[in-house]
Every structure is written in structure tokens, then in C-alpha cells.
């Protein structure tokens, strides 16, 4: 009979331990997920950020005005909404500044300004837009503030 018991109770701990490992393994497979999920996910941002780059310089120079370059234009925002659209797919949005104050944790502030008719901390400009996924930070956006 005691046979029989240490035999049960090996069986039991050998079962945990499989388990114990079978939950790590998903774990980690989840783990490997998100991270191939965030490092696709910045290589589409990169590409939205080129697009509005590349509208930022068009605009600037005046080129906008030619009726071919603003048929290009709107194809360029086309695309870029169509990526946005994938990243909401999976749950990553640009960071909103509802109040256009500066969140702590989700901006990094590149440049300040004096601005005497503004307050301090407020958003000037967005240099870079950031992108969340629920609460985890997929990059921070560059803000340039207010710093009288």
C-alpha cells in the first residue's frame, strides 16, 4: 500500500511539473508574440511617419498646389490610413493629448519654448506621434512644450 501511495504522489508531482512547464512554455510563447507584434509594429509607424514627412515637405515647398501632387497626396493619406487601420486592428492607437498637456510616461519632450500668452506644459508641437497598446507605451510621441 505504501508503495502504491509513493507511486500516486510521484504521478501527482510529476503531473504539476508538466503542467508548471506546459504554462511556461505558452508564456513564453505569448511573450515571443507581443514582442514580434511591437517590432512590426514600429516598422509601420516608421512608414506612417515617412508619409506624413513626406506631405509635411511637399505642403512646405508649395507643391501641393499641382493638381498631380495632390492626387499623390491623397493616395499617400490613403495608405497611411489603411496602416493605421492595421495597428487599430491590433489595438494600437496614437497617444491623444485631450488637454494638449504633457502626460508623464507617454511623451518625451525634445525642445520648450517661452510662450508668455501659454501655460507651461502645454503641447506646442508633436514632432514625432507616440502609439499605445492598451497600457503598454509602443513608442513615445516627441512633443516640443511650453517653459516660461
Known amino acids: 500500500m505504501s508503495d502504491s501511495i509513493t507511486e500516486l504522489e510521484n504521478l501527482i508531482v510529476f503531473n ?7 504554462k511556461n512554455e505558452v ?3 505569448e511573450n515571443e508574440k507581443i514582442d514580434q507584434l511591437k517590432e512590426i509594429s514600429l516598422g509601420v509607424i516608421d512608414i506612417i ?13 508649395g507643391m501641393d498646389q499641382n493638381e498631380q501632387v495632390s492626387k499623390t497626396l491623397n493616395r499617400y493619406k490613403t495608405i497611411q490610413k489603411k496602416l493605421l487601420n492595421l495597428l487599430q486592428k491590433y489595438g494600437i492607437s496614437k497617444i491623444e493629448f485631450p488637454d494638449n498637456r504633457v502626460i508623464v510616461g507617454l511623451c518625451e519632450v525634445v525642445e520648450t519654448e517661452v510662450h508668455n500668452d501659454k501655460k507651461n506644459d502645454e503641447i506646442i508641437t ?3 506621434h507616440g502609439y499605445i497598446r492598451g497600457k503598454e507605451l509602443i513608442r513615445a510621441a516627441q512633443i516640443i512644450i511650453v517653459k516660461n
Open 126 to 128: 508633436i514632432v514625432r
Open 49 to 61: 511617419d515617412s508619409f506624413e514627412l513626406i506631405e509635411e515637405s511637399l505642403i512646405e515647398k
Open 16 to 22: 504539476l511539473q508538466t503542467a508548471n512547464k506546459f
Open 27 to 29: 508564456e513564453k510563447k
